[in-house]
């Protein structure tokens, strides 16, 4: 585009056409104009950009603290279950003893009766004494499993225990609303 001289101004100006005056004034204004809105919006933008990645920033740690909290949770969980399995293995043990102690008992009540047997002297004693071992028996054997099924739960409750008080845990945890 030419530049315009000061006699086509003139002539422009006779014919009443209006004078389109480009000064140096003129443009450097809309320069600094053009560039105040620049550095306006560029600031804009960078605040804009700052809130953005504090938020990504604060959600990141936020997603991090959770998936923490998982692991950490998780790990209590393996840690219970390896307690309740301990308990278990060594509730088990000890009902086995206790199996174990009950038929050696019996065993060696039997291998007296039966000693016993080869001395009587009559019919009515074999009688008398098979029958007393039928009693002694049964009534041990009931005694026995009641004492069985007390132990037997009793393991079950200390078995649980550690299981519980991890579901009461997360239902805590993680039933409260955000």
Wanted: charged share 25%; net charge neutral.
């Amino acid at each position: 585009m030419a530049m315009k001289s000061k006699t086509d101004e003139t002539a422009m100006l006779a014919e009443g056409a209006p004078a389109a005056v480009f000064t140096s004034e003129t443009g450097t204004k809309g320069i600094e104009h053009t560039v105040a809105a620049l550095k306006d919006g560029m600031a804009q933008a960078a605040v804009g950009f700052e809130k953005t990645q504090a938020r990504v920033k604060e959600g990141m740690e936020k997603a991090m603290r959770t998936a923490e909290d998982f692991v950490a949770f998780g790990q209590g969980n393996m840690e219970a279950m390896m307690k309740a399995s301990q308990i278990w293995a060594a509730g088990m043990q000890d009902l086995g003893k206790q199996v174990a102690a009950t038929a050696q008992g019996s065993l060696e009540e039997t291998m007296a009766t039966f000693k016993a047997l080869a001395t009587v002297k009559s019919l009515k004693d074999a009688i008398d004494l098979q029958t007393g071992l039928a009693r002694t028996t049964i009534e041990k054997t009931l005694a026995e499993s009641g004492k069985l099924t007390d132990a037997s739960i009793k393991l079950t409750e200390q078995t649980m225990a550690p299981i519980t008080a991890r579901v009461s845990l997360a239902v805590e945890k993680f039933a409260k609303p955000a």
